[in-house]
């Protein structure tokens, strides 16, 4: 895992040759340097004539991707599943509105704030934070708390490492993440379904732990708009809620934040929100799952604690009452 101490800034202030390469190529590269091959000339030479103008969706390959010793061993779900079955109210209520309304949706450039209980708050070019950033495979488990799951080959960087680059103080309690907010582009922004823009959050030691990414890619390639690109976060022990799309914001807090569906719904949707197979929604029973991809008529799978983590995270929640802290 390399990283580097000092964040490097808005790509404006960058002269090398990297400049004239585009965001998918930054993330190639990065790929590449994962894989430990070296980016050399040749490499460079292949680069050359990238453009900029065929976009981010469109299944642009990473190169090799080290693969996690925390991936799990199942067999993930189809493509297809993983990007025409998804819940991003920004695009639409519907599970098929996203891949159909995110088409044009527009990740470039893209810039993440910093803010709150750090010491290099700022404004950071996506690409920039991307560049010496180790891409890794990361296979999870996820599970909507709407009592479904799928199996997703993520693509992502250690959150622990990002998040380290904005040094965090002693009163760095929590993280708060927050989704882009545009109604031009996410056309349910202009509805007030939901209290926008999305917002999530996690304690430092969640955030922190080794499980926690930020995902860039799928199945090898950029992540697709409907997923959540440029960035959004992975956290496979929560229910699929606390996995915030498209990432604009991340404040480093003291308090606990809310979150969205905290908001929009108190006594059904926690902080927590760890996925628990003996803690029930209050309209539906979490015991078991609808696995996508497995016909209509499949049985359901149990729940698993944790999703299948416990042995990663269970410290985290030492002595907290679970079915309170929901
Ligand atoms: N900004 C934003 N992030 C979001 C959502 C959303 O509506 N808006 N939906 C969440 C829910 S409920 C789930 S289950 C996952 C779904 O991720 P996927 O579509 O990549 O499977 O994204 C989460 N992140
Ligand atoms: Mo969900």
Redesign the pocket.
């Known amino acids: 895992m390399r990283y580097d101490s000092t964040p490097r800034i808005l790509s404006s202030e960058i002269t090398d040759e990297t400049d004239y390469l585009n965001r998918r190529e930054f993330l190639r590269l990065a790929g590449i340097a994962a894989a430990g091959a070296v980016a050399s000339s040749a490499c460079q030479a292949d680069v050359s004539g990238a453009t900029t103008s065929d976009g981010l969706s469109r299944g642009t390959d990473l190169g090799k991707l080290e693969k996690s010793v925390l991936s799990i061993d199942d067999k993930p779900n189809s493509f297809e599943d993983?990007t025409t079955y998804?819940?991003?109210?920004?695009f639409g209520t519907d599970k098929s509105d996203?891949h159909r309304n995110a088409k044009d949706f527009v990740t470039e450039p893209w810039t993440l704030t910093v803010a709150g209980e750090c010491s290099k708050p700022g404004t950071y070019d996506f690409d920039e934070l991307m560049r010496g950033s180790t891409i890794e495979e990361r296979v999870y488990r996820?599970r909507?708390?709407e009592a479904w799951s799928?199996i997703v080959p993520w693509a992502g960087i250690s959150m622990a490492t990002l998040l380290k680059r904005f040094e965090p103080n002693s009163r760095a309690n929590f993280v708060k993440y927050t989704?882009l907010y545009d109604p031009d582009q996410m056309p349910t922004q202009r509805r007030r379904i939901l209290d926008w823009p999305?917002v999530e959050g996690l304690t430092i030691a969640e955030a922190m732990n080794p499980l926690t990414i930020m995902v860039v890619g799928l199945y090898g390639k950029v992540l697709p708009n409907?997923?959540?690109a440029p960035m959004?976060l992975m956290v496979p022990w929560k229910y699929?809620?606390k996995?915030?799309?498209?990432i604009v914001r991340i404040e480093f807090t003291e308090k606990q934040p809310l979150n969205t569906w905290q908001i929009s719904a108190p006594h059904e949707y926690g902080f927590y929100a760890n996925v628990n197979p003996e803690v029930d929604h209050p309209r539906w029973s979490q015991a078991r799952e609808r696995r996508i991809g497995t016909g209509l008529f499949a049985e359901k799978i149990p729940t698993l604690m944790f999703n299948g983590y416990a042995e990663h995270v269970a410290h985290l929640y030492d002595g907290l009452d679970l079915a309170k802290n929901f």
């Open positions: 993983i998804n819940n991003f109210y920004e996203p996820l909507c708390v799928m989704t999305y409907q997923n959540g959004r699929g809620f996995s915030i799309k498209s």
